[in-house]
């Protein structure tokens, strides 16, 4: 099983990145695929999830910077982030979820400068 995050990097306050996610050799249905974050010192949280329907999930505090969404031809989920700010600063995973379990991705670090 392969999980893979891509799309981050080095942003100035107040831009946007779109991060991506990539899944292929999971050995059962995808039940859904969301994002989370794990800033410095802190403990990973839920951003959003987008189920195999099509509906979507998100952290009440973060509906208004982030957006998930996805590609079927492509496989790919998208996390898109606007107006950065400095405490955005997380490595951002990508995990996939089935009835028999999660996968998760290494991360994609992104770093926000002021």
């Known amino acids: 099983v392969q999980v893979v995050e891509s799309g981050g990097g080095l942003v100035q306050a107040g831009g946007s990145l779109r991060l991506s996610c990539a899944a292929s050799g999971v050995p059962f249905s995808i039940d859904a695929i969301g994002w989370f974050r794990q800033a410095p010192g802190k403990e990973r949280e839920f951003i959003a999830s987008?189920?195999?329907?099509?509906?979507?999930k998100y952290k009440e505090s973060m509906k208004d910077q982030f957006t998930i969404s996805r590609d079927d031809v492509k496989n790919t989920v998208y996390l898109q982030i606007d107006n950065l700010k400095p405490e955005d600063t997380a490595v951002f995973y990508c995990n996939v979820m089935t009835t028999f379990g999660d996968y998760w991705g290494q991360g994609a670090q992104v770093t926000v400068s002021s």
């Open positions: 987008i189920s195999s329907s099509g509906m979507t």
